[in-house]
């Protein structure tokens, strides 16, 4: 039996319940089967009879029921559910939202800009090999690619990733009965990254787009954009210029100012830019040596010690940092055999 309680910050977010963030706002944290993030927050809202949830959980057992039980203890079921509003198509976030629909029949919107990745993810799966072996390959990590490919990549089950109802796009109104959302294009996390915006109460549903305890991976997607750090940075500005909100991640617990984490996160990827920028300067020519080069995490980890999965995203967002720093001037950047291979821009 799981009783509704008020969020307390300060408490384990991803301890299973039901928590009240707000008048008619609910967060419900959801198991992942693998203990990386932990857990993700789906939040409930409710106007009236209408019922809309924002980000799902991954569709695995035990997230469905301690869903079940935590719409139980709000008089409610999946069956009231009118829609779900998802942030971005990865498998935490998504697949729980399409095996609920084949049931009950809810909407799901999704932003637009997943589309590309999604009809890659159906194309794909005929052929075997992964989407990232394009990326992987520019980054000059062909160790890390066969390693990865001793080991199954598919990204879940076919059915999980069928296509939603409707797609939103930037600016796009959601009406929550008497409530009012505005969806706001944050690509960089992945293209179609939407946020939440509740302009009335000054509640900011940020999904991946802003997270209060980690940085975001860039980019990890299928049909990547070309520049997904200078995207995702230009929308953490788009974000800042915003009214100040209080920030409800989609994983750890709610939070004070958005506009704080922020300029912490800001900071953070000029501090790493400097240090990939100083990789190449110290003789490192791709993305993947300069990523063998670093340290990782807070606990300042090597490469090769982050496991398989990891790696490929340390890699893959060194070479996103590359990449901007080629934009902003300071690098240059020739392929060969397509793999890309950087050196200092005043170099000769
Ligand atoms: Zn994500």
Do not use: C
Request: no cysteine.
């Amino acid at each position: 039996m799981v009783d509704v309680t008020a969020d307390d910050p300060t408490a384990d977010w991803t301890m299973p319940g039901v928590y009240e963030v707000a008048p008619g706002i609910h967060r419900i944290p959801l198991p992942l089967p693998n203990d990386g993030l932990r857990a993700v927050n789906v939040y409930v809202i409710t106007a009236g009879d209408t019922l809309v949830v924002i980000d799902s959980g991954w569709a695995i057992d035990t997230a469905r029921e301690q869903f079940a039980a935590a719409l139980a203890a709000l008089g409610a079921g999946f069956g009231d559910i009118e829609r779900f509003l998802i942030t971005h198509a990865h498998l935490d976030h998504y697949t729980q939202a399409v095996v609920l629909r084949r049931e009950f029949g809810m909407r799901i919107a999704l932003g637009k800009d997943e589309q590309p990745t999604l009809d890659l993810i159906a194309r794909d799966r005929s052929k075997g090999g992964s989407p990232f072996d394009g990326r992987l390959w520019a980054a000059g990590a062909r160790a890390l690619q066969e390693r990865l490919a001793a080991v199954d990549r598919r990204p879940g089950d076919q059915a999980m990733w069928e296509l939603p109802d409707e797609w939103l796009t930037d600016r796009d109104t959601v009406r929550v009965g008497q409530r009012q959302l505005d969806a706001i294009a944050t690509p960089g996390h992945t293209r179609g990254h939407l946020v939440f915006l509740e302009g009335a109460t000054g509640l900011l549903f940020a999904g991946d787009h802003v997270l209060p305890h980690i940085t975001p991976s860039i980019g990890f997607e299928g049909a990547a954009a070309d520049f997904p750090l200078r995207d995702y940075l230009d929308s953490l500005r788009l974000v800042r210029a915003l009214p100040d909100t209080r920030l409800l991640p989609a994983h750890g617990p709610v939070g004070g100012s958005t506009h704080k984490r922020v300029d912490a996160l800001l900071e953070h990827h000029d501090r790493r830019l400097e240090i990939i920028y100083g990789m190449i300067e110290r003789g490192a020519s791709t993305a993947a040596e300069a990523a063998g080069a670093m340290t990782w995490t807070r606990r300042e980890r090597t490469l090769a010690e982050l496991g398989l999965f990891n790696e490929m995203l340390a890699v893959l967002e060194t070479m996103s940092h590359l990449d901007v720093l080629v934009l902003q001037g300071r690098l240059s950047v020739t392929e060969v055999d397509g793999t890309r291979h950087y050196v200092l821009a005043d170099s000769p």
